[in-house]
């Protein structure tokens, strides 16, 4: 029995939760394991982020520009590690100036955990631009 | 690991590609560091910022530029950087 599972009986035994919202929380532990081992079998974890960009002049039909970027997504850690030296006065800035361009982002909450989530989610990301006018393709994905 | 090698390269008016050893450019900074360590040192005191978390960060971060690829080509025109 694991430790989860424990908990949820003994609130139960204690008279917190209800008989019904016990079950509910044991079939949600249950389907837990479950999705972990469905995203680890998915494939290895993604380790760069690939940037394309292919833009075409249309009359000549011809390749103007080709951009691509490979980033290690070991930079953004870093990075954040990085951010976590900023002082706090400096912190006080940055969160004020996000909020004069009118973003609610609060950049002391930026931790090391929150990017290794954001880093789990990258692994499904794809984001394709066609712009059929000015033919111009942009890729951004996760490899 | 640090990056050991990166790749210049340029197409164009001049067409050239440079291959960096970067690790003889740490091997020939690597004396300097113990002279700099001090100033870095008192700059922190100064900044009230952890010293040695920040030098950890640094160093992190320049290990994670290995990998790193940009390539720019425009008409007749490009841009290639590789870090290894």
Known sequence: ?????????????????????????????EKAPLATSTAS?????????????????IHRGDSLTKVNIRVPLQLLRAGVRLSGLIPSEAL???????????????????KPENLEELIA???????DIDHAKGQVRVKVFCE | MIPLLAVIGVKGRWNFRLWLPL?????????????????????ALFIRADAWR?????????CATRGTQVEVATRGHSLLLHIF
Do not use: C, T
């Open chain 1, 92 to 110: 006080e800035h940055v969160n004020a100036a996000f909020r004069e361009r009118g973003i609610s982002f609060d950049i002391s909450q930026l």
């Open chain 1, 121 to 127: 989610q990258l692994n499904d990301l794809s984001v």
């Open chain 1, 41 to 57: 079998a998915a494939g290895p974890a993604p380790k760069y982020l690939r940037v394309m960009v292919d833009a075409e002049d």
């Open chain 1, 1 to 29: 029995m694991n430790e989860h599972r424990r908990q949820v009986l003994d609130m139960l035994a204690r008279g917190k939760i209800s008989a019904a919202a016990a079950e509910r929380l044991i079939a949600a532990l």
């Open chain 2, 54 to 62: 920040g030098i950890g960060a640094v160093f992190s971060v320049l």
């Open chain 2, 23 to 43: 690790f003889l450019v740490w091997l020939l900074l690597l004396p300097f560091a113990p002279l700099l360590l001090p100033f870095l040192l008192i700059a």
